[in-house]
């Protein structure tokens, strides 16, 4: 049962941008804060970015101020606007709730290479 599903990544070059999406389809959607996490192969996943049912916004310091991310709760969806994209920024990207998660969705391959 698909609970989340991400969209929106490729392959870009380094200096580019992408936007990602997120469906969510959970029951009063707008109270829980959510997240977007990124996994390379070999690595541990990583929260890189989150937003509070109130809107505040927290990124981990290597995507902060190039990384966005927003909610619209009217369709149950989370975005993250990648700017100014690096190399190292290459991973598969997932969004999930913070405080209470679902399964993991099949993710979205971001690739930055030139």
């Known amino acids: 049962q698909v609970q989340l599903v991400e969209s929106g990544g490729g392959l870009v070059q380094p200096g580019g941008s992408l936007r990602l999406s997120c469906a969510a389809s959970?029951?009063?959607?707008?109270?829980?804060?959510m997240g977007w996490y990124r996994q390379v192969p070999g690595k541990e996943r990583e929260l890189v970015a989150q937003?509070?049912?109130?809107?505040?916004?927290n990124y981990v310091s290597t995507v902060r101020g190039r990384f966005t991310i927003s909610r619209d709760n009217a369709k149950k969806q989370i975005y993250l606007q990648m700017n100014s994209l690096k190399p190292e920024d290459t991973a598969v990207y997932y969004c999930?709730?913070?405080?209470?998660?679902?399964?993991w969705g099949q993710g979205t391959q971001v690739t930055v290479s030139s």
């Open positions: 999930n709730y913070l405080s209470s998660p679902v399964d």
């Open positions: 937003i509070t049912s109130g809107g505040t916004t």
């Open positions: 959970r029951s009063f959607f707008s109270i829980y804060a």
